[in-house]
């Protein structure tokens, strides 16, 4: 049996801080239970100094996951490590994790430290950490663009101050594949007490390498894996947890590694990540993309239907795709719906199975057929916790293209109904003005997107926004599902709302 590669997941750290992507409380538990099914080893759960709510996001999800390793990212200042370390200190296995640059560009007009000072920092912040954990990761920024021989003295200053793991990121996605291998060498060639800890890397994608990257630097002898699910991250993102996973799966004959990820679970995270952020994967995307497993050809079609192998290198089941069954209708019943959501791979609290299975029973009552992506835009919409303090009670809307856009909105908030009127130049705009004036805040709406869910006349459609209230400063990601495209907006607005209250 080879060697077993760690899985570092950075979803909820480096992923969560990239446009677009950041998610509330609940989110990132909910994230976080799901990371914990799929088996990764450790989950970095935020950077705990950057906000109260990264610290209080970290502490949650530290007291609920059991067995994955909770990690906190902290700079080399005592404060973030005592952060880092307030924030993960009740997880069952912990980790600190402590960065600093060490490229000639970032020393000197981003730090403004000479290399010996970085020395200096490494040896006190590192020891700093291991007082308080035995777990302590040094990432060396930027080191992909350091002089190598100063990587190995950091290395080295580091090993001697009690780190574990040793990160070698590639924090501007510079690397070529073989020259990343080739520095990985290098270093373990050239520094003292490097084969007592464990090697990392953190690739990203600016030049579209990140995974082959990750690929080569494991070869090489690295022996934990940082990414995040659909790639997500800063700029072009890190390292897609899916494509690293399923390449050393798939290549096991090359690679002979392995790793403890269920990859039956990755179409369900990917999914969940996409829900939660809105920011949609590409079709093409590998692995999760909705071509991923499709065959458009006929040559290719006519291959696969006399033997799957012919074009198909892995099995859309292996990672978690349902097969896209008819299962439902407006007679199914309750014991149905659950088994068939178990089926998909989905187990959801008593609460939240009662919300979701009144969706479905809407929903069938509009759609002749509901199929396994229609009960997945279900589940995506069913909220993550708590009670919606705005829900939609009806709307009317009066448009054309030769008349200005009225939209009547009633919303329900407890026991009380709330009905406003707003024009505008468009239906979904009056509809989100009338929404401002119910709930009395200034709500800027940064992003629209509408798309089918599913296919025929009755598709759903899904709506995503983002919306900024009272100009927090915080982006806040709605989603809403209908078979009208109006419902499905103004849902999403009212989600969008929800969730701001909710935090
Ligand atoms: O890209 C990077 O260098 C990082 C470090 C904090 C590991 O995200
Ligand atoms: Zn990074």
């Known amino acids: 049996m080879g060697r077993t590669i760690r899985i570092f997941d950075t979803t909820l750290r480096d992923g969560e801080q990239s446009p677009g992507c950041s998610m509330n409380l609940n989110e990132k538990i909910e994230v976080a239970r799901e990371l914990e099914t799929l088996k990764v080893d450790i989950i970095e759960a935020g950077f705990a100094i950057a906000s109260p709510g990264d610290a209080a996001a970290i502490s949650a999800i530290a007291d609920i996951i059991k067995d994955s390793t909770i990690c906190s990212l902290a700079r080399c200042v005592e404060k973030d490590i005592d952060a880092a370390w307030n924030a993960i200190r009740n997880a069952n296995s912990a980790r600190i994790h402590v960065f600093l640059a060490t490229s000639p560009v970032h020393m000197q007009y981003k730090l403004k430290m000479t290399p010996e000072e970085v020395l200096e920092s490494v040896a006190h912040n590192v020891a700093y950490a291991r007082k308080y954990c035995p777990d302590v990761e040094f990432s060396a920024e930027d080191s992909t663009r350091s002089d190598l021989d100063f990587l190995c003295r950091v290395f080295e200053t580091a090993i001697k101050a009690g780190a574990t793991t040793l990160n070698i990121p590639d924090t501007v996605g510079y690397m070529i594949p073989q020259e990343y291998a080739a520095r990985i060498k290098y270093l373990r060639e050239h520094t003292q007490g490097i084969e007592d800890v464990i090697l990392s890397c953190h690739m990203h994608n600016d030049l579209g390498m990140a995974v082959a990257n990750t690929l080569a630097g494991v070869e090489a002898g690295i022996s934990q894996v940082e990414c995040t699910i659909n790639g997500i991250g800063e700029r072009a993102g890190n390292a897609s947890m899916e494509e690293c996973v399923m390449a050393l799966r798939t290549r096991k004959d090359y690679f002979d590694l392995d790793c403890h990820v269920d990859t039956t679970q990755i179409y369900r995270a990917s999914r969940m990540i996409q829900t939660i952020t809105g920011v949609p994967v590409s079709p093409t995307k590998p692995i999760v993309g909705a071509n991923a497993f499709a065959h458009e050809s006929g040559i290719h079609q006519h291959g696969v239907m006399s033997k799957k192998e012919t074009y198909e290198i892995m099995t859309p089941e292996s990672v978690g795709i349902p097969k896209n069954a008819i299962v439902l209708g407006k007679h199914s019943g309750r014991h149905a719906f659950e088994d068939r959501l178990h089926e998909l791979g989905y187990s959801l609290s008593p609460e939240k199975l009662d919300t979701a299975f009144k969706k479905f029973k ?127 907006s103004i849902k999403a607005y009212i989600n969008g709302i929800n969730k701001y209250f909710m935090e």
């Open 362 to 488: 809407v929903l069938a009552d509009k759609k002749k057929t509901v199929k396994d992506r229609d009960l997945e835009a279900i589940i995506g919409v069913v909220p993550v916790s708590g009670a919606e303090r705005y829900s939609l009670v009806n709307f009317v809307i009066n448009s054309g293209n030769a008349i200005t856009s009225t939209a009547v909105i009633k919303v329900k908030k407890g026991d009380e109904t709330f009905e406003r009127v707003a024009a505008s130049d468009g239906p979904i705009n009056a509809s989100f003005r009338a929404i401002n004036k119910i709930v009395g805040k200034e709500i800027e709406l940064e992003d629209y997107s509408l798309k089918s869910m599913t296919d025929g006349e009755d598709a759903q459609a899904e709506a995503i926004v983002k919306i900024q209230v009272d100009q927090s400063g915080e982006q806040i990601t709605g989603r809403g599902v209908s078979t009208d495209i109006v419902e499905a």
